[in-house]
């Protein structure tokens, strides 16, 4: 997750920020005028770093918004007098809010290439509506005649007529927006867009609705991209379609990577450096002939940054990421088999005629089961049987093609995997599904607040310590406490499987389907997680599909056969073990000796 | 009557010049994993190619004859120059670098040939119309850009569906891992998949400079139309692209004529609604 500001940086900025309180004092109007343009955009290219670097969505279409805000002061501009900035600012950013939200909706469902070509196509189809239609002078522009007033019952505070004014009023905004986004991000709101950066499929398992998340961002960056165009506008005096050009796109998204993706602070520098570096290259007094191909020059230099560093500026102001903790790790405590309060009980779940199938291939037939509370449920079965594909149908990541799934009784099936979850169904993965980047505890915080996701949690207080004490309950639970600092990319491949368990119970969910939780684990993790199993029991169901038959055998209250996708036997581990249809079709063929000698 | 006729004709015709600017730019992300943003530069490439080859052979037919060439080693050298420098990096640096080859090439445009529009003569034995009716007619030179696109697309389809390369674009088609797993080396298919997709931005290009002058940035609207293709047949189908690019070029004349001002709104608008109802575009992987 993102930190607050190393030292390094906080000096560099507040550096920075003093050398921008002096430019109206020694520089002239051509360098406040500069200066002015540089620090709007980059307020818009923070607003870019918030999708880009937060939410990990690679908008190209950014340049839209900066057009509306822009296009925003022309509408509420008049001949006469002076439009009132605490209006007109405003007024931008709603404008291109709504705008990012109608585009955004469409957009958010798609990702990747798609996402970028289709951001892409709506920030031109902005260009063509202003260019082809005669809305504000059509393809020639219009002027904004009268700069704005800021002015409050009809007492003028500040004029932006005054060239000094507006350059404070400007910077004073560039502070404020990147306050605001350090705070959003680093809230519980901020904290689950990092999340679907980086993982969203276990942000959707969690229960978060993932597309709602990503259109608020997408929003959010819109409508502080507008409050950049209306800045822009009140410099220029003037608006045209060309404020829409992708390049201007093309350029933020240069900066936010010069900068350093996802860092917020670096944005600001990678803007202020690229201008800095087009302003030189255009100077023919510094570099000669080049300044009549500055843009060849630049293309190269940009080349040269993207190959080089992709780690941007940022990158040298925080020094190496964090080295892998060496390989002799301290011996973890044992998880704790005493648990202080059990609440509440699991939940029910069955099925009725359950199938899915892919093209011709049916890989769960016709499955009817119910599954008790409290109790472990072993699913075994020869590779290929169904098993992965029948969890994928309980837990909402697959949709029936025919059955139904009910939870305690209601029916659920269909229902996204967000939803499932929401109804307290939680799942582990077969292939580790955490958020690497997160400490081990900020997985554990991100999986608690799953208990309350509301879209728009920026309060960092509420349920706090809630969260804090569910993730170290969880955490102490699968003895990981010594861990809770550490980056979940640096756990070994055992503990970060226990870390995704304490993240399930973390969330509150009440019936936990694990699969293969013992994968990969030597003989005494796996002693300990059955054993957290056994004691999850009590007050959870838990599904469990596993391959360590002398693990499952001993740690199940029931077990389910499946072969080749239907249900061949359910029962008590004892019934299972003499069921001679089992031990022909399953056990015969694998593993007899080891169920004997269990 | 007479009036849709040529609307059909004309949205036929641009479809189909679109559909080869849009089918190297989907071959390069199914196959290449690779977002071009660059496309348009060698559209643009192609027109300034004709325009200087006929200039010296005096007919764009032999111009498309030594300029597709010199095109596609124009597109080997970018691959072995910065694209393959791309292909284990993630979407966003691939955006940056290709977005900073756009800066590179119209600077680059700018030196070679300067910055005004020019014209492209239509060969003198295509410069005639075909009368529709008393009083509407069709320029040929329109009817053989049509014709010049089917002739490439079925070329296409040819090595594609039965020659070996286009075995392997095909497995990478369905499967970019596939590729490797089949035991392909994959630089010299991913080398020869770029330049042809570069060929035919610039074959798109060159055929279309008579019809419309040749300045700088021409290649930018293709590109952005292409991208949309792109979404609407889904990333790495040709197929899609062919019949992207025919929507889009049927939607485009007709939206010009009955929505004059709202012409570009129509197109985009016919992407969201695809992507409403089928995110992965319509012949996209699943």
Same mark, same amino acid.
């Given at each position: ?63 839209? @918004? ?26 931008? =950013? ?8 109608a585009i955004g909706a469409v957009s958010v469902l798609t990702r990747g290439f798609y996402f970028i070509m289709v951001t ?12 082809? %239609? ?54 519980? @709101? ?25 259109? =608020? ?8 991209? !507008? ?6 506008? %009140? ?9 829409? *050009? ?12 010069l900068g350093g993706v996802g860092t917020l602070f670096g944005p600001i520098l990678g803007t202020l450096s690229f201008s ?60 704790? #088999? ?17 199938? #899915? /199938? @892919?093209?011709?291939?049916? /890989? ?7 599954? /008790?509370? *409290?109790?472990?449920? !072993?699913?075994?079965?020869?590779? !290929? ?8 149908? +309980? ?35 077969? #292939? ?29 207080? #509420? ?35 226990? +870390? ?20 990969? =684990? ?13 004691? +999850? ?13 002398? /693990? ?47 | ?28 992300? &199914? ?19 004709? $325009? ?44 940056? $670098? ?9 600077? $680059? ?95 798109? &290009? ?27 047949? &889904? ?34 608008? $016919? ?8 995110? &992965? ?6």
């Amino acid at each position: 997750m993102l930190n607050r500001p190393r030292p390094l940086v906080l000096v560099v900025l507040a550096l920075l920020l003093v050398a921008g309180l002096l430019v109206p004092v020694f520089g002239g109007t051509y360098a406040v005028k500069l200066t002015t343009r540089i620090i709007i955009f980059a307020i818009f290219v923070l607003s870019l770093d918030l999708l880009i670097g937060i939410t990990g969505l690679v908008s190209f279409g950014h340049a839209a @918004f900066f057009g509306l805000g822009a296009y925003a002061l022309y509408f509420v501009s008049s001949d006469a007098e002076p439009s009132n900035a605490l209006i007109a600012f405003p007024a931008g =950013m709603l404008l291109a809010g709504f705008a990012a939200l109608a585009i955004g909706a469409v957009s958010v469902l798609t990702r990747g290439f798609y996402f970028i070509m289709v951001t892409l196509a709506f920030a031109q189809m902005m260009f063509s509506l202003f260019f082809d %239609t005669d809305i504000a002078g059509g393809s020639d522009g219009a002027y904004i005649y009268i700069k704005p007033v800021v002015s409050l019952a009809g007492f003028t505070l500040l004029d932006l007529e005054d060239r000094n004014v507006f350059f404070y009023l400007c910077l004073a905004l560039l502070v404020a927006v990147y306050v605001v986004l350090l705070a959003l991000t680093r809230s519980p @709101f901020g904290r689950v867009l990092q999340g679907i950066r980086w993982n969203e499929g276990r942000l959707s398992a969690l229960g978060f609705n993932t597309y709602v998340y990503k259109l =608020m961002s997408f929003v959010i960056a819109g409508a502080f991209g !507008g409050l950049a165009g209306v800045l822009y506008a %009140t410099i220029d005096g003037f608006v045209a379609p060309e404020l829409f *050009n992708w390049h201007q796109s093309g350029i933020a998204i240069m900066m936010v990577v010069l900068g350093g993706v996802g860092t917020l602070f670096g944005p600001i520098l990678g803007t202020l450096s690229f201008s800095l570096v087009e302003e030189i290259l255009k100077t023919e007094s510094y570099v000669g002939p080049i300044a009549a191909n500055w843009s060849l020059a630049l293309g190269v230099l940009l080349i040269a940054a993207v190959l080089g560093a992709p780690r941007g500026i940022a990158g040298w102001l925080e020094g190496k990421r964090a080295a892998a903790p060496a390989e002799t790790a301290p011996p973890l405590p044992v998880a704790r #088999r005493t648990r202080e309060r059990h609440t509440g009980t699991g939940k029910t779940i069955e099925t009725e005629g359950l199938s #899915r /199938a @892919f093209g011709g291939l049916i /890989a769960v037939d016709d499955v009817t089961l119910q599954l /008790a509370p *409290n109790k472990v449920h !072993g699913i075994i079965g020869p590779n !290929g049987a169904g098993k992965t594909t029948l969890i994928n149908l +309980l837990s909402g990541a697959l949709r029936a093609t025919s059955g139904t799934i009910k939870l305690d009784g209601d029916d659920i099936t269909g229902l996204p995997q967000h939803a499932v979850a929401r109804r307290g169904l939680g799942r582990s993965y077969q #292939r580790t599904n955490i958020i690497l980047p997160f400490t081990t505890r900020e997985n554990c915080l991100i999986a608690a607040q799953a208990r309350h996701p509301e879209a728009l949690r920026f309060s960092t207080r #509420r349920y706090a310590k809630e969260e804090e004490a569910q993730a170290a309950y969880a955490l102490d639970a699968v003895g990981l406490s010594a861990r809770a600092d550490t980056m979940a990319s640096h756990l070994s491949h055992g503990e970060q499987r226990q +870390l995704e368990i304490a993240m399930l119970m973390a969330s509150g969910a009440k019936l936990l389907i694990l699969d293969e939780p013992l994968g990969g =684990m030597g003989p005494e993790e796996t002693g300990r997680v059955t054993a957290l199993l056994r004691d +999850l029991s009590a007050d959870h169901t838990v599904i469990l599909v596993e391959h360590d038959m002398d /693990a499952i055998f001993a740690v199940a209250d029931t077990l389910t056969v499946l072969v080749e996708g239907r249900l061949l036997a359910h029962g008590s581990p004892q019934d299972i073990r003499r069921d001679p249809a089992v031990r022909q079709a399953y056990l015969g063929r694998f593993g007899e000796s080891e169920v004997v000698a269990s | 009557m007479e009036l849709i006729l040529i609307q059909i004709l004309n949205g036929l015709q641009y479809g189909l010049l679109i559909f080869l600017a849009a089918s190297g730019l989907t071959l390069v992300f &199914g196959i290449l994993g690779i977002i071009n943003l660059s496309h348009g530069s060698f559209y643009m490439l192609g027109a300034y190619l004709a $325009l200087t080859l006929t200039s010296y052979t005096g007919d764009i037919f032999l111009a498309l004859l030594i300029g597709i060439p010199l095109a596609f080693a124009f597109g080997a050298l970018v691959e072995w120059l910065f694209i393959r420098h791309l292909y284990d990096r993630d979407h966003l640096q691939q955006v940056l $670098l290709t977005f900073a080859l756009i800066l590179i090439f119209n600077d $680059l445009q700018r030196i070679i040939w300067g910055t005004y529009p020019h014209s492209v003569p239509v060969p003198s034995y295509l410069d005639a119309s075909v009368q529709l009716s008393d009083v509407l007619s069709y320029p040929v030179y329109r009817l053989a850009v049509a014709g010049f696109c089917i002739f490439l697309a079925l070329c296409m389809v040819y090595i594609i569906q039965y020659t070996r390369i286009g075995q392997m674009i095909r497995a990478g088609e369905s499967n970019r891992e596939m590729v490797e797993v089949l035991g392909i080396d994959s630089r010299w298919l991913f080398r020869f998949v770029f330049a042809a997709g570069v060929s035919l931005a610039a074959a798109a &290009g060159a055929i279309a400079a008579p019809i419309e002058s040749v300045y700088p940035g021409i290649g930018e609207p293709i590109l952005i139309i292409s991208f949309v293709v792109v979404v609407i047949g &889904g990333i790495g189908s040709v197929k899609g692209a062919f019949f992207g690019s025919l929507l889009i070029g049927l939607a485009d004349a007709f939206g010009k004529v009955f929505l004059p001002e709202f012409a570009s709104v129509v197109v985009y608008a $016919l992407m969201a609604a695809v992507l409403i109802v089928s995110p &992965g575009g319509l012949f996209g992987r699943a």
